[in-house]
C-alpha cells in the first residue's frame, strides 16, 4: 500500500527565497506522481505531473524531481513570491490502470511573507 | 469554460436527509473520481469511473452512491446524511486510455455541513 508524506507540514519564507518541498513515497513502483497547488478554500490547480519515465519536470520557476530509488521527489520554486502562498499536494500513483488510484500526502503549507 | 465543474459549491443540510452533488467535466476525458478531504486536509479516493464504469470504490458506506449517466457526468448521491460526512468533496477527471497522461484535474470542491 502506498503511503505519501510531507515534510514540513508548513514553511515560511521571505519574499525571494527558493523554496523547497519535499514528498516521500513507500512505494518505488510508482506510475505517476503529481505535485498540485490549493488555495484556501479552492480546488486543486495541477502544477507538474512526472511519469515513471522521467526524472524531472519544469514550468517556469516550478522545478520537480523525481527519484525513484530513493522514494522521494522534490518541488523547487524559484524566487519565492508573495503569491506563491498556499498548500502545496503530493500525489502518487502506482500502477497504470484504469481508475488511477492517487495517494496524497498532507501538504505543505506555504507562506511567503514580503 | 471551466474544464471541471460541481454543483453546488456549498451544502448545509440536517442529520438523515438526503443529498446530491453534480460534476461535469469537459476535457473529454474517459475517468472521473470523487475525493474526499476531511477537516484535516487529507484527500481520499472514494470513487473512480472509467466509461461510466464504476472501477474503484474505496470501502465508502453504501449511503453513497454514484452515478455516471455518460462519461461527462458523475454524480454522487448520499443518503441519510451523518455528521461526519462534513467535509469538501471534489470530483477530478483525467485521460486513462494509452493516449492520456493520467494527470487528474479536480473541480473546486462543494463544502457539505451537516447539522
Known amino acids: 500500500k502506498q503511503e505519501v508524506t510531507q515534510i514540513p507540514a508548513a514553511l515560511s519564507v521571505p519574499e525571494g527565497e527558493n523554496l523547497v518541498l519535499n514528498c516521500s513515497f513507500t512505494?518505488?513502483?510508482?506510475?505517476?506522481l503529481q505535485w498540485f497547488r490549493q488555495d484556501p478554500g479552492k480546488g486543486l490547480t495541477s502544477l507538474l505531473l512526472i511519469q515513471s519515465s522521467q526524472r524531472e519536470q519544469t514550468s517556469g520557476r516550478l522545478n520537480a524531481s523525481l527519484d525513484k530509488s530513493s522514494g522521494r521527489s522534490t518541488l523547487y520554486i524559484a524566487a519565492s513570491q508573495p503569491g506563491d502562498s498556499a498548500t502545496y499536494l503530493c500525489?502518487?500513483?502506482?500502477?497504470?490502470?484504469?481508475?488511477?488510484?492517487?495517494?496524497f500526502g498532507g501538504g505543505t503549507r506555504v507562506l511567503v511573507k514580503p | 469554460d471551466t474544464a471541471v465543474s460541481q454543483t453546488p459549491k456549498y451544502l448545509v443540510t440536517q442529520m438523515g436527509n438526503d443529498k446530491s452533488i453534480k460534476c461535469e467535466q469537459n476535457?473529454?476525458?474517459?475517468?472521473m473520481y470523487w475525493y474526499k478531504q476531511d477537516s484535516k486536509k487529507f484527500l481520499k479516493i472514494m470513487f473512480s469511473?472509467?466509461?461510466?464504469?464504476?472501477?474503484i470504490n474505496e470501502t465508502v458506506p453504501n449511503r453513497f452512491s454514484p452515478k455516471s449517466p455518460d462519461k461527462a457526468h458523475l454524480n454522487l448521491h448520499i443518503n441519510s446524511l451523518e455528521l461526519g460526512d462534513s467535509a469538501v468533496y471534489f470530483c477530478?477527471?483525467?485521460?486513462?486510455?494509452?493516449?492520456?497522461?493520467?494527470?487528474?484535474?479536480f473541480g473546486e470542491g462543494s463544502r457539505l455541513t451537516v447539522l
Open positions: 512505494d518505488s513502483a510508482i506510475y505517476n
Open positions: 477530478a477527471s483525467s485521460q486513462e486510455s494509452t493516449s492520456g497522461s493520467g494527470e487528474l484535474f
Open positions: 476535457l473529454g476525458h474517459d475517468t
Open positions: 500525489a502518487g500513483t502506482t500502477i497504470k490502470a484504469a481508475g488511477n488510484k492517487l495517494t
Open positions: 469511473y472509467n466509461n461510466k464504469e464504476l472501477i
